[in-house]
């Protein structure tokens, strides 16, 4: 009996597992930092402005350049390689924060940008050698799987931040969060072992996914510009989480519950939510198609208004849920879609177009969002929430196109 169960786990959910546990140390190093990032960047002096600027920046990098590596991936069919150095840049220049200066600002910025181009540069190649295992396990099912893992490491990131914060009690706020820093080049570690272990098991995952009969051109179809504009319009309007935990930071400073060790368990929160919907949106997507993202963004869409309209913390932490909810469908369901849209041989010029628009349209939202905080947040409130209702409509339409 056990021989049979075994023989049940195919080769493909193995490589799907394999990389999801390189997702898991991942995602505990850059999500980990990615639980202080606001503050520590108003720690070193920047506005919201600017955090809303470089957080869109960095998102403008690391999601426009995925179409530059996602066509030359296509053309070399190198996906291993184009994954392991964008890996390398990825979790190296996170715990590279430690060595930032108290005024540093500047300095902090450009490693997350740098952060970002790592990310650019692995995505495309990760996504479509992921795509040719999930062709054999269902899309939605497997691309759901590895947000779980992603999520789990998002969770545990920010847990051992927390951790650490308890135990470096003496020194001043800065000192502290450098600390941090310096002990997320752990899981940066692990995640590199892995990577290479997963590379030296599973040389060629393109073999997973059968050659089509006959090489089909990628052209774009309307179903695919359709949902391109459609997930634009959510990366408008979805709020980068360094403005909502600056915010938090701010208004709940004198609270006994927010304080510097607990910011990172918000997020860890958020993250458990996003793993919670990670699996269920992808299963869903697999029965329901681009439907599924009409229902998750029918829940998430409001958290807004809980994160910035209430002078209450059961309020805030609800709407910081919800902020999981959108995150989690946005990383399993929205690639999910690409891998049903697009031929196998151009599919990492697809995922390049779609990481590309949905970049553009962080940076641009993350950049407007971040300026009316400061001038009205109402306004803010109303753009967000706007933006991403406007993209259920394209949703629909994308699916009945299909």
Known sequence: MKNEKRKKISQAMVFI???????????????????????????????????????????????????????????????????????????????????????????????????????AIKKPAKNTIMSFAASQEGVGKSFGIQELLDQIGAFLGPVMLYVVMLFKTDGTTFEIYSTCFAFLAIPGAVTLILLFVTRSKFPNPENFEPEPEKSVPFTMKKEFILYIVGISLFAFGFIDYSIVIMHISKEFASSVLITDSTIPLIY?????????????????????????????????????VFVFAFDSIPAVLFGVALWGVGMG??????????????????RATGYGIFECSFGIFWFLGSWLLGVLYDISIPAMIAVSVGAQLLAIPLYVRSARLS
Not at 282 to 300: E, H, P, Q
Not at 329 to 344: D, G, N, R
């Open 17 to 119: 597992l394999l990389f999801g546990l390189v997702s898991l140390f991942s995602d505990m190093t850059h999500e980990g930092a990615s639980s202080i990032r606001g503050v520590y960047l108003s720690l070193l002096g920047a506005s919201a402005g600017t955090i809303g600027f470089i957080s869109g920046l960095g998102e403008l990098v690391g999601y426009s350049m995925r179409y530059v590596f996602g066509k030359l991936t296509d053309k070399t069919k190198q996906y291993w390689p184009m994954t392991i150095i964008g890996y390398v840049m990825d979790v190296l220049a996170v715990p590279a924060l430690a060595l930032v200066g108290e005024h540093g600002w500047i300095w902090a910025c450009l490693l997350l940008v740098i952060q970002r181009m790592g990310k």
């Open 329 to 346: 469908a946005q990383e399993s369901i929205l690639k999910a879609a690409v891998t049903s849209m697009v031929p196998k041989n151009s």
């Open 268 to 304: 860890s929160g958020a993250m458990l939510v996003d793993a919670v919907a990670a699996m269920i949106f992808g299963y869903m997507y697999d029965r329901k198609g681009v439907n599924a993202l009409v229902i998750s963004t029918l829940i998430s869409a409001p958290f807004a």
